[in-house]
Structures are given as structure tokens and as C-alpha cells.
């Protein structure tokens, strides 16, 4: 791949050195082709010395920039934009040439009418020269036509000497087929006014992409769209000032001071595009020594800031492809999706597998530079990268097993307690009823016999209903669905074999899933300290930013177990439980 870039460039070079230098030529006549001797004078350059300045620096500005810009691989078409928009300027100086050929004045009247089209074109391409969008493909493409249409039709129908507002080339045209005024008119009239909405669509779409870009993304395009959208304004004042009045002269102050404006807009803009230029090397030296630092083995976790340091992008990320899967995870193992705004995506690949896409701002940077800044080391550290990335999302999904299978273990047994009470129980208690109704009956008999009997039954139910009350208790406390965790403690501790001193608890509900694991902790914690001998416990459950925070301590003697069951369910929440000889700790979030 190196050397078919090689090969490429090779190739490529002679192609650019012989366009530079064309447009030099094209520059160079047609600055001699001023005449500020002329009278009357027929270019702008020629009728003020400020003019003939700002012209000059305008249009070779701009040739010299994209030339500069076109050696640069990163940059090459709108070198290359901006080198035709610095020729296509300079035609209005040749059409001026009164004694110059008359096909080179023709040629410098048709090239004039694409500065503008050029100028769009090398806006709405940056930063690389790419058009992409189809709105702005459709918007270059309507300027190109509507100049290509309007100056071949001129060209083939406009006769200079019937021409009354000619005052630049007022005696021939080369390409004249058939003299008819009308139509020269009308053509005038539409490239006016197309020339306005032109001009108010740079200015429109500079001011947007400026607006939207990010910090660094602005910072970089400032230099550039800044100029872009003075041209495109002093294009619609330009467009208006003709609308008024169709009879131009440099000697009027409006339209001199116009032409200055357009000519300074130009030379501003060839400015910042050479600025542009210079800056490159520094973010190629910023990439190579990301490359550097990512071959010497970074710590676990840091490509994405490197990769923000290096392009000065703190917006960059970095996700990874899931092996087997389409499915995309962050640096922390957690899924996500590419953004639905506009975001340049860099694919990192070793041979024909992804190993990574970084999503950035695609002002500062493109996808084959950092294919190309990135060598084998550097890939084998974002391999690491995603490696880590891939361990830590099963680990989620393991967590997230984890908490789902508590979650249905505390769901089956509220659905237990519920069946336990609604049906077990209340069938006891009508049994109960029933066998009070017989007892009766019997007394009224005077069966003695049959009302003990019926005596011994009613004690056995009422001790089953009592055992199952306290089974279904055990198995998930109805209080704790009905009320919350605050009177779910407050029974527990009633009913505990030990004085329960209930500090804080926190009133606000918290998740099924999170109450039922604070309740078990408390509970579990409760048990031991009697175990172990204690005289009383300590709780307090509080919520600490988007944590609960459960505490319980005992006076008991020093604990032997870990309290395993609490540990896994503490967990399988994402929690943390710390067990000291009496005391207890358990933070777990409940968001």
C-alpha cells in the first residue's frame, strides 16, 4: 500500500507543477495586461493603486496558496480549487486588455463568471475537498451550471459593440456566433441575480458551519470560511448595486469600494488557507507521537484521551466491534451506537478485521492519515484496547445476569407469599370458622365428647395458620411491598431475638430488587449479632447521593463469617458490602 502511494504521488507531482505553473503564466499576463495609463480605464486595477494592490494579492494569493495547499496530499483538491478561483479572478484584468489578442480577452471575459462558483465549491468541500452531502453536491453543481450556461450563451450571442453598459471589452468577442442584444440582456439579468443568491448561500452556509463545528473543528475552519462568507456577501452587495444601476464604472465609489472588498475577501481567504497549510505538519507530528506513545504500551483504558490530546478533539470516542456480533461497545465495555449526528468514523484495521472505530470531528483529521500514522505497534495496543473493552462487557453482562436472577428469585417469592396468603391461609382460616360453627353445634347438643375433639382440631389450625404466616413471612415480608423498607425494619426489629436500635432510615422507596436486599442484609446482619452474643444492634439505612448506604453494628464478639449470601446478593447489584468483626457496611446503587 506504501508504494502504490508512492507510485501515486510520483505521478501526480508533474501534473500539479505544470498547472502551478499555467496559472503563474495566467497571472503574470494578465497583470501586465493593466494599463493604469488607460482612458478610460477598463479594470478596476487599472482606474485605483489600492485596486491594482488588492487585485495582485487577491488572485496570485490565491494561486500561490493552492499551489502550496496542493503538495499537500491532505489537501490537494482544494489546492487545486483554490488555484482555479485565483486564474478565473484574474479574468476580468484580461478582459480589460484593450490591446491584448482578442481570444485571450474572450477566454479572461468566460473564466471571470466561475470565481464565484469556485469559491462556493471550495467552502462547501472543506476541509479535504470532498463534497459530502448531497445538498451540497447539488448546490456545487447548479453554480457550475448556471455559470457554464450564462457564459457560453453570452459568449456564443453577445456583441461588445451593441453592448450599452460594456465597459471593459467593448469591441470583440472571438466566439460570437449570431449578435442578438435581447438575449445578451436577458443572460445579464439572470447571472445577476443569480450571482445574489450565490452569494447569500455562501454567506448562509459559512455562518452554519461555523456555528455547528465543534471548538477545535471551528478553530481550524475559522481562517477559512470567515473570508469565504466576506466574499459571498460582497458578491450580493456586488449583484445588488447592478440591480440598481446597470452602469458600472470603476470611477463610481460604490463599486470601487465593492471591488475592494471582493479583493480583500480573496486575499484574506488566500491567507488563511496558507495558515491552514502550515498548521498541518503540527497535527501530523501530534499523530505520529500518538503512535509512539500508544507502541510503548499505555495503561489499560487511556486510548481514547490520547486520541483527544493528540487532534485536540476532547469530543473524539472510541468504540469497538464486538467479535460475532454487530453489535459496537464503549472503552468501559457498555453498548452503544454510532452517533446520529455527523461524525467522522476512522476505521483502525490489522489486515481485514476492525479493531476499533474512532468517531471525531472530520475538520481535524481523515481516515487514512490515521490508517497510516498508526503502525503495528500502535495497532497491537488498540488491539489490547479492545480486548479490555470485550472483557469488561461480559463482565456486565455477567452482573446483569447476576441481578436478573435475584431479581426473578425475589419475584417467585412474593408470588409464593401472595399464593401462601391468598390461598393456604385463607382456606385455614375458613376451616377455622367452620370448625367454630361445629363447636357450637355441639355445645347446643351437649356433646362433650365431640367438643373436645373439635377443641383439639380449632388449637392445630390455629397453630398451622400461625407457622404459615411466619413460612410466608420468611419467604418475602408482605410489609416490605406495602410499605417500604422503613416499616418492614421497623416489624423485623420487633420481632428480633435481640434489642434492635433503629437510627436513620429512609423513608423515599427505593427499587424492589434494592429494598429486598436491604431488608436481607439487616436481617441476615441481625441474626449473626445474636449469634454471636450480642446485647443489641445498630441500623441505619440512608441514601448518599445515588447510593444506599446500609450500617449495622453489634457488640458482639468478633465475626467468623463473611456472610456469603449477603456478599452475592449485595453484588449482583453492583454493590459493595464490607464485614468488620462487628460492624457491617453495604452500598448499593438505587438508580
Known sequence: ??????????????????????????????????????????????????????????????????????????????????????SAWFGADLEGWQDGPSLLRSLGAAASPFTLALVLHFTLALPR?????????????????????????RALFRDPLLDLYCWRNCRDNSFLVDADPGIASALDDIWVWSALAIGLVLVGFGAHRLLTASGPGRRVLLPLVTPAVLVGATEAVYAVALLRTRLESPDAAGFAAIF??????LALLAIGLAWTVVRVPRTGARVARLASDLGE?????????????????????VLYPRRGSHQL?????????????????????????????????PVLLDEPELERALGSAAKLSVENEALRAEALAQLHELSASRTRIVEAGDSARRGLERNLHDGAQQRLLALSYDLR???????????????????????????????????????????????GLAAALATLADGAPL???????????????????????VAEAIGDAARRGASFAAVRVAREGGRLVIAVDDDGAPRSSRLLHVADRVGALAGTLHVGDTDLRAEMPCE
Not at 300 to 315: Q, Y
Not at 441 to 450: F, I, K, N, S, T
Not at 467 to 473: H, I, N, P, S, T
Open 329 to 361: 461497545i464503549d472503552a468501559d465495555g457498555r453498548p452503544a451506537e454510532l452517533p446520529a449526528r455527523a461524525r467522522a468514523v476512522a476505521r483502525i484495521a490489522r489486515g481485514e478485521r476492525t479493531l476499533a472505530l474512532v468517531l471525531h470531528d
Open 437 to 483: 360453627l361445629a363447636r357450637a353445634g355441639a355445645v347446643a347438643d351437649r356433646d362433650d365428647e365431640l367438643v373436645a375433639v373439635l377443641d383439639t382440631a380449632a388449637d392445630e389450625t390455629a397453630t398451622a395458620l400461625d407457622e404459615l404466616r411466619e413460612l410466608a413471612y420468611g419467604i418475602y415480608p408482605a410489609v416490605l411491598t406495602e410499605a
Open 297 to 317: 504500551a499505555p495503561p489499560p483504558g487511556t486510548l481514547r484521551e490520547a486520541l483527544a490530546a493528540a487532534l485536540g478533539d476532547p469530543g473524539v470516542d
Open 260 to 265: 475592494l472588498a471582493q479583493a480583500l475577501s
Open 499 to 521: 434489642p434492635v436500635e433503629l437510627g436513620h432510615v429512609t423513608r423515599v422507596r427505593q427499587p424492589p430488587s434494592v429494598e429486598t436486599t436491604a431488608y436481607v442484609t
Open 129 to 153: 475537498g470532498r463534497l459530502r452531502s448531497a445538498a451540497a453536491r447539488t448546490t456545487t453543481v447548479a453554480a457550475y451550471g448556471i455559470a457554464a450556461v450564462v457564459t457560453l450563451a
Open 1 to 86: 500500500m506504501a508504494n502504490a502511494r508512492a507510485a501515486t504521488a510520483a505521478a501526480v507531482r508533474p501534473a500539479l507543477l505544470a498547472a502551478a505553473a499555467l496559472a503563474l503564466a495566467w497571472a503574470v499576463v494578465a497583470i501586465i495586461a493593466v494599463d493604469p495609463e488607460a482612458d478610460p480605464p477598463t479594470s478596476y486595477a487599472a482606474a485605483l493603486p489600492a485596486a491594482r494592490v488588492a487585485d495582485i494579492a487577491a488572485g496570485l494569493g490565491l494561486i500561490l496558496a493552492g499551489a502550496l495547499a496542493a503538495a499537500q496530499p491532505r489537501s490537494r483538491r482544494v489546492g487545486l480549487l483554490a488555484m482555479l478561483a485565483g
